[in-house]
């Protein structure tokens, strides 16, 4: 895991739910690359048209809301997202992130302070993001020490795996 | 503690926890619906031979049941051999019905156990004093690798029921209500507690509706004290001896709130959030598609009689359409027996076979572009049914059925004529 990431702002309002970042219709697929077609598709049907591998999404609050469907942070994953930041987040969404090793940030006032296409730095350890468009900065929270471990693990697969359970 | 933290606990081996740390808990049950190949794949993937303990597995093939398409036909099968070659017997497959409805007809869920689902609803198991949570794939996969997962011990927010319901009022306009005081974000990372005697004078049915939509408000788990009615269902259901956990006289909830219901209308969410509620009365009138009775929401034997009841002879309108489909094959048995099925496919409904349906948009019943529907079930989302640009409303089964006869969403009180 990277500790400093760096992208550009994809910005979403609040609450939006899984059917959203990955609508229902498309659960049957299993191939984390045919997943990937499909992102933040409900939201924003042209959303990969203007996107570009490491950018960022800044949401309002309560990204991820809604069903537990992993598709939903295997999609945002394999399109390789810098990382989601949002002042809070649906509980299963962060879950399955985190188990994924995808990057969340829970920020408050994170909507106010970007504008879409800002350039943003992020540090994940110190719960630090930087405004490069807006030369500002702006503190967020830190990814809990448990959390952590598991994500520079790569995951909690990478995690069990080298615990090597039959 | 709380009851919540004391089930967490004992799955933990400790003698107390408190809110906000992370414990690695055994988990009773494990259930895994046809959504979530990921999980078998996961599993492997995690360098897993044998799961833990198949006896604590369940498979549940609901969500696509019967299967729509090449791919989730042959997502089943794969299922199918996952459990043959395991050794995992709990699996009910596409004639049973919605996980959660099934799970607890089976007698798999009893007060004080760890319920862990790859389904987000799976707080509706909080109606029977479990800790119930729902969890992602990999999630679900470690549990059937070590038959543990890690919590993180929730805080708990009281929601006390005072005041005895106006007929017609059913659980999912209280619930609905309540969304609409406190916000989709109202309960996020919490488990939530109804108390009061609104809930005690409840049914089980009434209270799988309370604690099932407590995931939207973002609750991680819900409870109930159990009590008779509690004990007279699980028992009828299961041989499993239990230990009932109660919470401690002096524990601190995180909040407390009051909700006098006696003078509650029947609500309305309107799109696209399930926090829009709002009295029936006060929405404006529009006209409706396709009206919706089913799901783990309100798919139960009571939903479907109150729908009966509400239409009270009458039959659908020319221009609706009215889709029911029963939360399981039990419930549907009974439909029929008490000729609920056949007074309903008379004044015009169509029955599919039990299961979700169209609940999460992927069969059974989509919204084309434009479209309308009213909906026992659980989330008005853009997309949640079929097209993006369809509008979803939820309501109450007896709402559904007065909606289907209307054919619209209509202020002009129309449950009057009834009370
Ligand atoms: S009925 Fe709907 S809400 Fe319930 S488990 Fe099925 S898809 Fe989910």
Same mark, same amino acid.
């Given at each position: 895991?990277?500790?400093?990431?760096s992208?550009?702002?994809?910005?979403?309002?609040?609450?939006?739910?899984?059917?959203?970042?990955?609508?229902?219709?498309?659960?049957?697929?299993?191939?984390?690359?045919?997943?990937?077609?499909?992102a933040? =598709?409900?939201?924003?049907?042209?959303?990969? =048209?203007?996107?570009?591998?490491?950018?960022?999404?800044?949401?309002?609050?309560?990204?991820?809301?809604?069903?537990?469907?992993?598709?939903?942070?295997?999609?945002?994953?394999?399109?390789?997202?810098?990382?989601?930041i949002?002042?809070?987040?649906?509980?299963?969404?962060?879950?399955?992130?985190?188990?994924?090793?995808?990057p969340?940030?829970?920020?408050?006032?994170?909507?106010?302070?970007v504008?879409?296409?800002?350039?943003?730095?992020?540090?994940?350890?110190?719960?630090?993001?930087?405004?490069?468009? /807006?030369?500002?900065?702006?503190?967020? =929270? /830190?990814?809990?020490?448990?959390?952590?471990?598991?994500?520079?693990?790569?995951?909690? /697969?990478?995690?069990?795996?080298?615990?090597n359970?039959? | 503690?709380h009851?919540?933290?004391?089930?967490?606990?004992?799955?933990?081996?400790?003698?107390?926890?408190?809110?906000?740390?992370?414990?690695?808990?055994?988990?009773?049950?494990?259930?895994?619906?046809?959504?979530?190949l990921? $999980?078998?794949?996961?599993?492997?993937?995690?360098?897993?031979?044998? %799961?833990?303990?198949?006896?604590?597995?369940?498979?549940?093939?609901?969500?696509?049941?019967?299967?729509?398409?090449?791919? $989730?036909?042959?997502?089943?099968?794969?299922?199918?051999?996952?459990c &043959?070659?395991?050794g995992?017997? @709990?699996?009910?497959? *596409?004639?049973?019905?919605?996980? +959660?409805?099934?799970?607890?007809?089976?007698?798999?869920?009893?007060?004080?156990?760890?319920?862990?689902?790859?389904?987000? +609803?799976?707080?509706? +198991?909080g109606?029977?004093?479990?800790?119930?949570?729902?969890?992602?794939?990999?999630?679900?996969?470690?549990?059937?690798?070590?038959?543990?997962?890690?919590?993180?011990?929730p805080?708990?927010? @009281?929601?006390?029921?005072?005041?005895?319901?106006?007929?017609?009022?059913m659980?999912?306009?209280? *619930?609905?209500?309540?969304i609409? @005081?406190?916000?989709?974000?109202?309960?996020? &990372?919490?488990?939530?507690?109804?108390?009061?005697?609104?809930?005690?004078?409840?049914?089980?049915?009434? #209270?799988m %509706?309370?604690?099932?939509?407590?995931?939207?408000?973002?609750?991680k788990?819900? !409870?109930?004290?159990?009590?008779?009615?509690?004990?007279? !269902?699980?028992?009828? #259901?299961?041989?499993?001896?239990?230990?009932?956990?109660?919470?401690?006289?002096?524990?601190? !909830?995180?909040?407390?709130?009051?909700?006098?219901?006696?003078?509650?209308?029947?609500?309305?969410?309107?799109? +696209?959030?399930?926090?829009?509620?709002?009295?029936?009365? @006060? %929405?404006e009138?529009?006209?409706v598609?396709?009206?919706?009775?089913?799901?783990?929401?309100g798919?139960?034997?009571?939903?479907?009689?109150?729908?009966?009841?509400?239409?009270?002879?009458?039959?659908?309108?020319?221009?609706?359409?009215?889709l029911i489909?029963?939360?399981?094959?039990?419930?549907?048995?009974?439909? *029929?027996?008490?000729? &609920?099925?056949?007074?309903?496919?008379?004044?015009g409904?169509?029955?599919?076979?039990?299961?979700?349906?169209?609940?999460?948009?992927?069969?059974?019943?989509?919204?084309?572009?434009?479209?309308?529907?009213a909906?026992?079930?659980?989330?008005?989302?853009?997309?949640r049914?079929?097209?993006t640009?369809?509008? *979803?409303?939820?309501?109450?089964?007896?709402?559904?059925?007065?909606?289907?006869?209307?054919?619209?969403?209509?202020?002009?009180?129309?449950?009057?004529e009834?009370?």
């Amino acid at each position: 895991m990277d500790k400093i990431i760096s992208g550009k702002a994809h910005t979403f309002g609040k609450n939006i739910d899984t059917d959203q970042i990955y609508p229902g219709r498309y659960l049957e697929l299993v191939k984390p690359e045919d997943i990937a077609k499909h992102a933040m =598709e409900g939201a924003d049907p042209k959303f990969l =048209e203007k996107y570009s591998k490491g950018d960022i999404i800044i949401a309002d609050k309560n990204f991820g809301c809604g069903s537990s469907r992993e598709h939903a942070a295997i999609t945002l994953k394999t399109i390789g997202a810098g990382a989601v930041i949002s002042e809070s987040f649906g509980r299963i969404f962060y879950r399955n992130s985190i188990n994924l090793g995808l990057p969340l940030m829970v920020c408050q006032g994170i909507k106010e302070f970007v504008e879409a296409g800002d350039k943003l730095e992020i540090d994940l350890e110190e719960g630090i993001v930087k405004n490069i468009t /807006k030369n500002k900065i702006l503190k967020g =929270e /830190k990814l809990p020490e448990f959390v952590l471990e598991m994500m520079e693990a790569g995951g909690i /697969k990478q995690y069990y795996i080298n615990k090597n359970i039959k | 503690m709380h009851a919540l933290e004391k089930i967490l606990a004992k799955a933990a081996g400790r003698d107390s926890v408190s809110a906000g740390e992370i414990v690695n808990a055994k988990v009773d049950l494990a259930e895994v619906n046809d959504l979530y190949l990921q $999980t078998i794949k996961s599993f492997y993937e995690m360098g897993g031979e044998r %799961v833990n303990d198949p006896d604590k597995i369940t498979f549940i093939l609901d969500h696509y049941a019967p299967a729509p398409s090449i791919q $989730t036909a042959s997502n089943q099968k794969e299922m199918r051999e996952f459990c &043959y070659d395991q050794g995992i017997e @709990k699996l009910y497959d *596409i004639n049973e019905g919605v996980c +959660h409805q099934v799970m607890v007809e089976k007698g798999l869920v009893w007060p004080g156990m760890v319920l862990v689902a790859t389904d987000s +609803h799976t707080t509706t +198991h909080g109606a029977f004093g479990a800790f119930g949570t729902g969890v992602g794939a990999t999630d679900l996969a470690t549990i059937m690798l070590t038959g543990e997962l890690w919590f993180k011990v929730p805080e708990v927010i @009281k929601i006390e029921i005072t005041g005895k319901l106006n007929p017609r009022v059913m659980a999912k306009d209280v *619930i609905l209500y309540i969304i609409s @005081k406190l916000g989709t974000d109202g309960a996020v &990372y919490k488990g939530v507690e109804f108390t009061g005697e609104t809930v005690k004078n409840m049914s089980i049915a009434e #209270r799988m %509706v309370l604690c099932n939509m407590t995931v939207e408000m973002g609750a991680k788990t819900s !409870y109930i004290k159990p009590d008779e009615t509690t004990f007279r !269902y699980v028992k009828e #259901r299961t041989g499993k001896d239990f230990k009932v956990e109660y919470t401690d006289e002096d524990y601190q !909830y995180s909040k407390e709130y009051t909700f006098d219901v006696s003078d509650l209308k029947p609500q309305v969410a309107v799109p +696209h959030s399930v926090d829009n509620g709002r009295d029936m009365d @006060k %929405v404006e009138d529009v006209k409706v598609d396709q009206v919706f009775i089913g799901t783990c929401t309100g798919g139960r034997l009571e939903d479907i009689e109150a729908a009966v009841k509400a239409m009270n002879g009458r039959s659908v309108h020319s221009k609706t359409r009215l889709l029911i489909i029963p939360a399981s094959k039990e419930v549907m048995e009974k439909a *029929i027996e008490k000729g &609920y099925v056949s007074t309903l496919m008379k004044a015009g409904a169509t029955f599919s076979s039990p299961g979700c349906g169209p609940c999460l948009g992927t069969h059974q019943g989509l919204l084309a572009p434009g479209e309308v529907c009213a909906t026992t079930s659980s989330r008005n989302f853009p997309g949640r049914m079929g097209s993006t640009e369809a509008d *979803i409303y939820l309501v109450s089964p007896a709402t559904a059925g007065e909606i289907a006869v209307n054919g619209k969403i209509s202020s002009k009180k129309t449950l009057k004529e009834e009370r």
